[in-house]
């Protein structure tokens, strides 16, 4: 495929697209922001907490999700990272509530095996 028919291409699919935010950004300097972001994590993780979005996204929610996502995310405007206090807060929510799920079921985690 050559350079034009890359370019009218390309200019196709985003006349296609009406209303999404993919028309008229720069996804070099999008996606630049999302390693810069992902870089400044530092960790193979993130907790980040969600922000209210005018499509319906429900501020508050804490996740804990892959760096790449979590850079992603923050970058567009669907959250921000957790602080330190609300990142200690959810991996705390966390392990108490698998401590709760491991001894009110430990009957599931069982295993027996039949003689041979």
Do not use: C, W
């Amino acid at each position: 495929m050559s350079l034009d028919a890359a370019r009218t291409s390309a200019r196709a699919t985003r006349r296609r697209l009406p209303n999404s935010r993919i028309q008229g950004m720069d996804l070099k300097a999008h996606y630049q922001r999302i390693r810069d972001v992902e870089r400044s994590i530092g960790a193979a993780h993130a907790v980040i907490v969600s922000v209210e979005t005018p499509d319906g996204g429900k501020a508050g929610v804490r996740t804990e999700v892959p760096a790449h996502v979590a850079a992603r995310m923050v970058v567009e405007g669907r959250a921000r990272l957790a602080t330190e206090q609300e990142a200690k807060e959810f991996q705390e929510q966390t392990s108490a509530a698998k401590r709760a799920a491991d001894q009110r079921d430990p009957l599931k985690r069982m295993q027996v095996l039949a003689p041979k």
